[in-house]
């Protein structure tokens, strides 16, 4: 098959056989690039994944207080950062809704690998009067490359 450009670092490779639409290369770095760009398109323009993806951060914060705390207390900035953000989304949705404690972005998890990759399933956080809600089975890559 014939080379073709990377669409994050522009070196040349080929494409494997078996992704024929592939557009980044192999290295770590571009695949990061190429799954933050999946991912911040994907919350652009999929109500549903935003939604997950809240829940899955809201769960995960649940599950792992120390790391967040830690997190926070070692990058006050951020902190101060995801207060001005959710200040100004409180702003635009004229202060209604729910406002959960700073809802992070996938570079808050960089710092640490919390986590392995893998098959999970993913319990969303029930909101009050939900009596029920779906399992969802989600694949986790860790993008955490030091
Ligand atoms: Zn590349």
Redesign the pocket.
């Known amino acids: 098959m014939a080379k073709r450009r990377?669409?994050?670092?522009?070196?040349l490779?080929a494409p494997r056989r078996n992704v024929p639409q592939q557009r980044?290369?192999?290295?770590r770095?571009?695949q990061r690039?190429r799954r933050r760009r999946w991912q911040r398109q994907k919350l652009k323009t999929d109500a549903d994944y935003r939604a997950n993806q809240a829940a899955a951060q809201r769960r995960w914060r649940e599950l792992h207080p120390a790391y967040w705390r830690r997190y926070h207390q070692s990058h006050p900035e951020y902190a101060e950062r995801n207060r001005e953000r959710q200040r100004e989304r409180n702003r635009r949705s004229g202060g209604a809704g729910p406002s959960p404690q700073g809802i992070a972005n996938m570079d808050a998890y960089r710092s640490q690998k919390p986590f392995c990759s893998g098959t999970y399933g993913l319990v969303p956080v029930a909101a009050p009067g939900v009596a029920k809600m779906d399992t969802y089975v989600v694949e986790m890559q860790v993008i955490f490359t030091g």
Do not use: D, V
């Open positions: 990377c669409a994050a670092c522009g070196c490779f980044y290369c192999s290295k770095a571009c690039t």
